[in-house]
T-cell receptor
Framework: GIQVEQSPPDLILQEGANSTLRCNFS?????LQWFHQNPWGQLINLFY???GTKQNGRLSATTVATERYSLLYISSSQTTDSGVYFC???????????FGRGTQLTVWP | NAGVTQTPKFQVLKTGQSMTLQCAQD?????MYWYRQDPGMGLRLIYY???????DKGEVPNGYNVSRLNKREFSLRLESAAPSQTSVYFC?????????????FGSGTRLTVV
């Protein structure tokens, strides 16, 4: 199956700081998504981004499919950004989502 | 609000007990999924249902059974719970062909088997 590596594994920021999360894939990227798991465990779909760049408020994501990586940018971080960020690709098998281990983000006030 | 509803949110079982996790979605999605999440890991697929009336095994199906009761509901059953099944369980749904909308996840069921 697809191997998904995320870095860094942990990130601690002061409120207002910017950050970049990275995701590398062992195989071609098909249907990449970024999820945020909040401290209550809820999984929220942030971006569907198989290629190119998208922006949503303070968050943006870029996927370079030919080089098998994706980046998630968080600007002016807020305490509500805390949680775990997962990048996920959907393989050819229906329903099979390949998750990275996630980046644990903690934003302090 | 539209979405995926899971019940219960928390459950403690004794080894050998059985239980059913319930999942319902009101988005008219055809595909539904059950995942488990263990500490420090991403989600792993247990079972999925591509459409009403069909179910298939995922990555870690042993010890589980599922029922796609109708288009809305997809339940996961533990027949004889084991401590190794202590995990957080997520149900998800998706409408094939509408990939842009991605997956919608329920809020999870935290299960502890003692």
């Amino acid at each position: 199956g697809i191997q998904v590596e995320q870095s860094p594994p942990d990130l601690i920021l002061q409120e207002g700081a910017n950050s970049t999360l990275r995701c590398n894939f062992s195989d071609s990227v098909n249907n990449l998504q970024w999820f945020h798991q909040n401290p209550w465990g809820q999984l929220i779909n942030l971006f569907y981004i198989p290629s190119g760049t998208k922006q949503n408020g303070r968050l943006s994501a870029t996927t370079v499919a030919t080089e098998r990586y994706s980046l998630l940018y968080i600007s002016s971080s807020q305490t509500t950004d805390s949680g775990v960020y997962f990048c996920v690709d959907r393989g050819s098998t229906l329903g099979r989502l390949y998750f990275g281990r996630g980046t644990q983000l903690t934003v302090w006030p | 609000n539209a979405g995926v509803t899971q019940t219960p949110k928390f459950q403690v079982l004794k080894t050998g007990q059985s239980m059913t996790l319930q999942c319902a979605q009101d988005m008219n999605h055809n595909s539904m999924y059950w995942y488990r999440q263990d500490p420090g890991m991403g989600l792993r697929l247990i079972y999925y249902s591509a459409s009403e009336g069909t179910t298939d095994k995922g990555e870690v199906p042993n010890g589980y059974n599922v029922s796609r009761l109708n288009k809305r509901e997809f339940s996961l059953r533990l027949e004889s719970a084991a401590p190794s099944q202590t995990s957080v369980y997520f149900c998800a749904s998706r409408q094939p062909g509408q990939v842009i909308y991605g997956y919608t996840f329920g809020s999870g069921t935290r299960l502890t088997v003692v």
